[in-house]
């Protein structure tokens, strides 16, 4: 048996319906057509929107490129860099003159004392024909440094006849006196000894053996207290003043002060 197409049969139901008066089925093609629309509308719907571009980076500073640019120091470097400094202060140490070699002025005074005063006062100052220096025996005679000065230049006969008073009038245990000490007279050093020489060996015996305290320069020169020299550029005495601190006799120019040395810190 044949079959008739669906569309056929179709055609001719409506054809008999519309022969007794009816009105035909309605075609369902176009609901069924605008099915495909609204799905395709609500796919447009849920579609996700369109992702807006990215900006573009920011240009980096000129300053900043250059420091990336920039060639880093190599690990080698940095010990070198390090020895820089030790070495400046190397190159500079070369660069300055070399040492004289001369002793210092306690050491030329220690030479002095050995070879003139040792054998009357002892290797250590500590008396025989002459009078004891050490213990603070010839501090508290001399408080301030430039009355021993004036006594070792002169001597005990350039001081005054036997009897003669010198050094501190306030000394504790009284003050000495010229031919005091058995007799035996101090010797003027004007004519064996420089005025730089006398300077030496005096603050060897004022400072070393007697323990004195002196005030002195860079170079390790005893000064005045307040820090002026005692020599000048020729080796001669002199006062803080910058005078000669002898006259041509050698009597001092000033007068030592007892209570508040001038030439010591004591």
């Given amino acids: 048996m044949t079959e008739v197409p669906e569309h056929l049969l179709k055609r001719s139901k409506d054809r008999r319906t519309s022969l007794d008066g009816g009105t035909p089925a309605a075609d369902a093609a176009p609901a069924a057509e605008s099915a495909p629309v609204e799905k395709a509308t609500a796919s447009a719907a849920a579609a996700p ?6 900006a573009a980076p920011e240009p980096v500073p000129p300053y900043v490129e250059a420091a990336i640019r920039r060639k880093k120091i ?11 400094p030790l070495w400046a202060v190397m190159y500079i140490g070369g660069l300055s003159p070399a040492a004289s070699g001369e002793p210092s002025q306690l050491a030329t005074g220690a030479t002095i004392y050995t070879a003139n005063c040792a054998g009357c006062h002892g290797a250590a100052g500590g008396g025989g024909v002459g009078r004891p220096m050490n213990e603070g025996n010839l501090v508290k005679t001399f408080p301030d440094i430039i009355g021993q000065l004036d006594f070792v230049w002169l001597g005990s006969n350039g001081i005054g006849p036997a009897g003669t ?28 000894l ?42 001669e005495l002199i006062t803080p003043e910058g005078t000669p601190l002898l006259d041509p006799n050698g009597k001092l120019t000033i007068e030592p002060n007892w209570t508040m040395p001038v030439g010591s810190k004591s």
């Fill in 49 to 54: 929107a369109a992702v807006a571009p990215a």
């Fill in 74 to 84: 190599p690990i080698w470097a940095i010990p070198v860099l390090a020895f820089l």
């Fill in 165 to 192: 008073p010198y050094g501190d009038p306030a000394r504790e245990g009284g003050q000495h006196k010229t031919l005091s000490y058995n007799g035996n007279p101090m010797p003027n050093f004007n004519k064996s």
């Fill in 194 to 235: 420089s005025q730089a020489e006398l300077l030496a060996v005096v603050r060897y015996e004022w400072e070393t053996l007697s323990g004195g305290e002196a005030t002195v320069d860079a170079e390790g020169n005893i000064t005045y207290a307040d820090g002026k020299p005692m020599l000048n550029a020729a080796g």
